[in-house]
């Protein structure tokens, strides 16, 4: 499996289909129908597009970000913001676009698609990975329950990562109170406690 870029998807993976040549770069089998491929995963989602899932069906659909913001009654402007993710983009701007593109390149999924996001509870994936696998004689399609896999383990790390940094952000909080003076942990650790008198050390060692 290899990260595919490029695209301007973040998490985009390949399986098989890759040629590596003598000068270390490497090529795709069928490039065209691994986008195709590509773009038929992003618009079978149910869930609301991201930022760069947008920007990679405007830019397959050869349309302008005023295009795309006209679809809601929106500008430009707008549009800009929603690829920039300054913006949520918008479910029903989204599944417009999803449709648009289906309309041209996969009438027979188009019902399904609209029964989908009818059924869409607003969930939205915290990882959104696609892996593709290419297939001799048949080409590229979406390998699925590899993406549901990967997802699972991205999402484990940046939980790992969350919890982490929680404690290390609570850890710098907790404060210390020595004789009603608040320290937190890193001047507590430079208070030098008290020389014992030589009289203790002397009761210590009979």
Not at 27 to 56: C, H, K, M, N, Q
Request: glycine letters at 8%.
């Amino acid at each position: 499996m290899e990260k595919l870029t490029g695209t301007g998807l973040p998490n985009v993976y390949v399986i098989d289909g890759v040629v590596e040549h003598p000068d270390s770069t490497v090529s795709y089998r069928d490039l065209d129908g691994l986008y195709v491929a590509l773009t038929r995963a992003i618009t079978a989602r149910a869930t609301p597009l991201t930022a760069a899932e947008l920007r990679f069906l405007r830019k397959r659909l050869k349309m302008t970000q005023a295009d795309v913001g006209r679809l809601g009654g929106k500008t430009g402007q707008v549009a800009a913001m929603w690829e920039k993710g300054t913006r949520p983009v918008p479910v029903a701007e989204g599944n417009m676009m999803r449709l648009a593109w289906m309309a041209r390149h996969d009438k027979r999924g188009l019902a399904a698609a609209i029964f989908a996001m009818e059924a869409d509870d607003g969930h939205v994936e915290p990882c959104c990975v696609y892996v593709l696998r290419y297939v001799d004689g048949s080409g590229w399609t979406e390998a699925v329950e590899e993406g549901q896999a990967l997802a699972q383990e991205q999402m484990a790390v940046l939980t790992n990562e969350a919890i982490e940094s929680s404690m290390r952000d609570a850890a710098v909080e907790r404060h210390y109170t020595i004789e009603g003076a608040p320290l937190d942990i890193a001047a507590a650790t430079t208070v030098v406690a008290p020389d014992i008198a030589s009289h203790e050390l002397l009761e210590l060692s009979t």
